[in-house]
Nanobody
């Protein structure tokens, strides 16, 4: 599966952005999807994941209540709605696909990656 992420940009503290990731290639519905982010000088970290059907989600604590991940198998798209953004959310955001069963927060379990889309939150 090939992934392409877009939707990043510059936003003020408290603002919102919606990231999208479009998939092509193999059957999108067979993949669990995740969003990760990497800030300058830091390791890549898990943000959110959603199961194959889109019925179950899991978030890292720092984004719970602010970010929402969604999956549309008909449109081959996974989105990350980000509200109440903070400067510490500034990072390159990556979408990824996995066939591993269970809630997966380890980036090594995701075999397919999109290019990053940069989110910058100004204070």
């Amino acid at each position: 599966v090939q992934l392409q992420a877009f939707g990043g940009g510059l936003v003020q503290t408290g603002g919102s952005l919606r990231l999208s990731c479009e998939a092509s290639g193999r059957t999108f519905r067979n993949y669990k999807m995740g969003w990760f982010r990497q800030a300058p000088g830091k390791d890549r970290e898990f943000v959110a994941t959603i199961n194959r059907s889109g019925s179950s989600t899991y978030y890292t604590d720092s984004v719970k209540g602010r970010f929402t991940i969604s999956k549309d198998n008909a449109k081959n798209t996974v989105c990350l709605q980000m509200n109440s953004l903070k400067p510490e959310d500034t990072a390159a955001y990556y979408c990824a696909a996995s066939t591993v069963v269970g809630v997966i927060t380890d980036s090594r379990m995701y075999a397919y990656w999109g290019q990053g889309t940069l989110v910058t939150v100004s204070s």
